[in-house]
């Protein structure tokens, strides 16, 4: 499979505990975005990186959250101290963000976290 | 910030019928809007995209359009099968590829049944 691809799927945490996802892109791309969708809702955007910078960070990331992409490949999704309000699906997409092909995002499967 | 509004929130027809699914942004420098299908427990499938450039976009039995003056846009399905069952997110961004915003503003979605 050669598309986005993320780990673990589901996550079940006690509340104050750290976790940590990883998404892998498609191998090609420049950009990866972190989303964050909870039931009924569109995805709301986090964070996203080109290559290893990171380029914006949305308010709703709060100092608990932090995400990386060390190599510009991989990226990890940091939470610390969960608190039950953090229980969602985290989505990772990426896309070619190229001048004349615009910047079309492809999403991997998600990982469901839920905070007991 | 870009606010995407979308119409309407669930939406029923029979199998053979059109479907018509609206949003509007907010912000003008918006220029990238792409429509995303998401099954239930699956990651968000892009179906359709549309560009500022052009006004309509159409795949098979599905169709986009853009009224720029006006903000909004809206998806067009023709011919609904069962299989078109889904949520489906419309979403707006600031893209020009390298040197672009990127990240995807969605709407609340639309549950869309086909009954067959």
């Known amino acids: 499979d050669t598309g986005v691809s993320q780990d673990p799927r589901h996550k079940i945490t006690k509340r104050g505990q750290n976790v940590t996802f990883r998404c892998d892109p498609i191998s090609e791309h420049n950009r990866l975005y972190w989303y964050r969708q909870t039931l009924g809702q569109g995805p709301e955007f986090l964070t996203y990186?080109?290559?290893?910078?990171?380029?914006?960070k949305s308010r709703l990331l709060s100092d608990r959250f932090s995400a990386e992409r060390p190599k510009g490949s991989f990226s990890t999704l940091e939470i610390q101290r969960t608190e039950q309000g953090d229980s969602a699906m985290y989505l990772c997409a990426s896309s070619l963000a190229l001048r004349e092909f615009g910047d079309t995002q492809y999403f991997g499967p998600g990982t469901r976290l839920t905070v007991l | 910030g870009e606010n995407v509004e979308q119409h309407p929130s669930t939406l029923s027809v029979q199998e053979g019928d059109s479907a018509v699914i609206k949003c509007t942004y907010s912000?003008?420098?918006?220029?990238?809007f792409p429509w995303y299908k998401q099954e239930l427990g699956k990651r968000p499938q892009l179906i359709i995209d549309i560009r500022s450039n052009v006004g309509e976009k159409k795949d098979q039995r599905i169709a986009v359009t853009l009224n720029k003056t006006a903000k909004h846009f809206s998806l067009h399905i023709t011919e609904t099968q069962p299989e078109d069952s889904a949520v489906y997110f419309c979403?707006?961004?600031?893209?020009?590829?390298?040197?672009?915003?990127?990240?995807?503003?969605f709407g609340q979605g639309t549950i869309l049944t086909v009954h067959p």
């Open positions: 990186f080109q290559n290893e910078a990171q380029l914006e």
């Open positions: 979403a707006a961004s600031i893209n020009a590829g390298g040197t672009s915003y990127g990240k995807l503003t």
């Open positions: 912000d003008s420098a918006s220029n990238y």
